[in-house]
């Protein structure tokens, strides 16, 4: 889920595996015409790999990782992934699918561009 800080607009992208997260940035700097200056981010694995982070060195991205236990300062994007995550329960319990079915694994990753 990737949420701008100024406006509060998301973009969410459905991915399979948290490995395929580069993927799915590419799809987002596609999506708005350009790279972020500025992407603030958890401490997943997934985008603090050694080459996503000199890609993103490379296309001149300030990625500003933000230490465990300050989850509150990307706030919006956080709260943004619960409320997604809510949301397909929630339609995942009307469509009357068992139970058994259900899978709510949510591999995310917490992103605000300002």
């Given at each position: 889920m990737f949420v701008c800080?100024?406006?509060?607009?998301?973009?969410?992208?459905?991915h399979v595996k948290l490995?395929?997260?580069?993927?799915?940035?590419?799809?987002?700097?596609?999506?708005?015409?350009?790279?972020?200056?500025?992407?603030?981010?958890?401490?997943?694995s997934e985008i603090n790999?050694?080459?996503?982070?000199?890609?993103?060195?490379?296309?001149?991205?300030?990625?500003?990782?933000?230490?465990?236990?300050?989850?509150?300062?990307?706030?919006?994007?956080?709260?943004?992934?619960?409320?997604?995550?809510?949301?397909?329960?929630?339609?995942?319990?009307?469509?009357?699918?068992?139970?058994?079915?259900?899978?709510?694994?949510?591999?995310?990753?917490?992103?605000?561009?300002?």
């Open positions: 800080a100024k406006t509060g607009d998301k973009i969410a992208i459905p490995k395929h997260f580069p993927l799915v940035y590419f799809e987002f700097s596609k999506r708005i015409g350009r790279h972020p200056k500025v992407m603030y981010s958890d401490l997943a790999s050694s080459m996503f982070e000199r890609y993103l060195l490379v296309k001149g991205v300030n990625h500003v990782n933000v230490p465990r236990g300050e989850h509150h300062s990307i706030g919006v994007a956080e709260k943004a992934i619960r409320d997604l995550s809510n949301m397909m329960r929630c339609m995942l319990a009307d469509s009357n699918v068992p139970g058994i079915y259900w899978d709510f694994v949510i591999e995310h990753a917490a992103l605000s561009i300002p």
